[in-house]
């Protein structure tokens, strides 16, 4: 009787990735980019994009786009959030 290896993947959770940059960095850094090198101004698109991956990495910290998302639920009111369809976070106690 033979034994069957079955491989799991270590790195389910793993985000994927563009070129060496996970995928929200990578937008960051190459849509500016992009979109410099379109409209024939490359050297200001790629200032701008090296900005905004800088920024953006800042911006969401060690806790990736998870903690942002939670950041914007719990601190920008309600009417100007873009998460207005989940529950209001200014409420203490919910009646049932």
């Known amino acids: 009787m033979q034994e069957r290896v079955v491989k799991i993947e270590q ?3 793993e985000q994927g990735r563009i070129l060496l940059f ?4 990578g937008v960051a850094l190459l849509a ?9 101004q490359a050297i200001p698109g ?3 994009g090296i900005i905004s991956y ?3 990495k800042r911006l969401k910290g060690d806790g990736g786009v998870e903690r942002l998302l939670a950041m914007t639920y719990w601190y920008l009111p309600r009417e100007i959030s873009p998460l207005k369809n989940w ?3 200014a409420v203490n106690m919910w009646r049932g």
């Open 22 to 25: 996970p995928i929200d960095e």
């Open 54 to 56: 800088f920024v953006w």
């Open 87 to 89: 529950p209001d976070s």
């Open 46 to 48: 790629i200032v701008i």
């Open 32 to 40: 500016p980019a992009g979109v410099g090198l379109a409209i024939q």
């Open 11 to 13: 790195r389910l959770q």
